[in-house]
């Protein structure tokens, strides 16, 4: 049997002393409350319940264990009413992961407006590239980019990202503007490990063709790439719209901007579907919303 029903069940009949009022009250035959007292009495090896056929009293036994037990099922009650909130009502400290290019004034506006809509939930935000375990580091939330959604995880598709292969004016001086694809082999690269360490970046969409620039510097820290970039050190690829102030401020130049350059998805990541807590919810609901990605990835 359940112990812990049974234990609430004994509870609720030491205190109203009537086994068919507490019956009806749980949605439990007579017969079966009965069966929970029994149940209890026999765990404990102790008569816990004096009842006859008028009258439901408890023992010197049944009222030290009720002392002791009313307590631990008053706190699990609690805890059981707040997991229950906190299942509705978006709350509590969201634990996240994420890439360091998302340490920026616009994703910076996201995350005060999901907090201007969502009062009682706290960030707790780990910037880095780094692969995480999320059960053992207790993450509710990984935010990745990616060219395909990685199997065997859960994961949610929040948005496209297009990207750019730039390069500082100075450096285009020296090394030349490059007009076609084949102008950019075994040119100087600056490779995010994630997606491109070995400098092969597919150009013009599925049947496109592969160009493989020569990596000078590899690293799963975007900006470190991109200040190297705008240093003139040699190509980056960025998304568009990190590389966008950059170019129109003359500190970067777009590469063959007419080229169909890779799309990558950000993706949510989280450990499981079932249960899912109102602050994860209601967050990956707002990136994937009008007011998320999409109103800075343009």
Do not use: C
């Amino acid at each position: 049997m359940d112990t812990l029903l049974s234990l609430r069940v004994f509870a609720e009949v030491a205190e109203h002393k009537n086994f068919s009022a507490v019956a009806e009250r749980l949605g439990l035959s007579p017969a079966m409350t009965s069966k929970h007292v029994k149940h209890v009495e026999a765990r404990v090896g102790a008569r816990l319940l004096n009842r006859n056929s008028r009258n439901v009293s408890l023992t010197e036994a049944g009222a030290q264990y009720l002392q002791t037990i009313r307590p631990l099922l008053d706190e699990l009650a609690k805890a059981e009413a707040q997991l229950i909130s906190n299942s509705l009502s978006p709350r509590g400290t969201l634990r996240m992961s994420m890439p360091v290019w998302m340490s920026n004034p616009a994703f910076a506006r996201l995350l005060t407006a999901y907090h201007q809509q969502n009062p009682h939930v706290t960030f707790d935000v780990d910037l880095s590239g780094r692969k995480i375990s999320m059960v053992e580091e207790g993450v509710d939330l990984a935010l990745r980019v990616a060219f395909k959604l990685d199997e065997g995880l859960i994961a949610r598709k929040l948005a496209d990202v297009t990207f750019q292969l730039v390069a500082a004016p100075a450096f285009l001086d020296n090394f030349g503007r490059p007009k076609t694809t084949g102008d950019l082999n075994n040119a100087p690269m600056l490779a995010y490990d994630q997606v491109a360490a070995d400098g092969r970046i597919k150009f013009g969409g599925e049947d496109g063709v592969d160009v493989k620039l020569r990596p000078i510097l590899v690293s799963a820290n975007e900006s470190i790439l991109h200040q190297a970039a705008v240093a003139g050190m040699g190509f980056a690829m960025l998304p568009n719209w990190a590389a966008q102030n950059d170019i129109e401020d003359g500190r970067l130049e777009a590469v063959l901007p007419m080229i169909a350059w890779p799309k990558l998805h950000i993706q949510a990541i989280y450990a499981d579907r079932s249960y899912l807590p109102a602050k994860v919810r209601s967050f990956l609901d707002f990136l994937a919303g009008p007011d998320g990605f999409s109103s800075i990835l343009k």
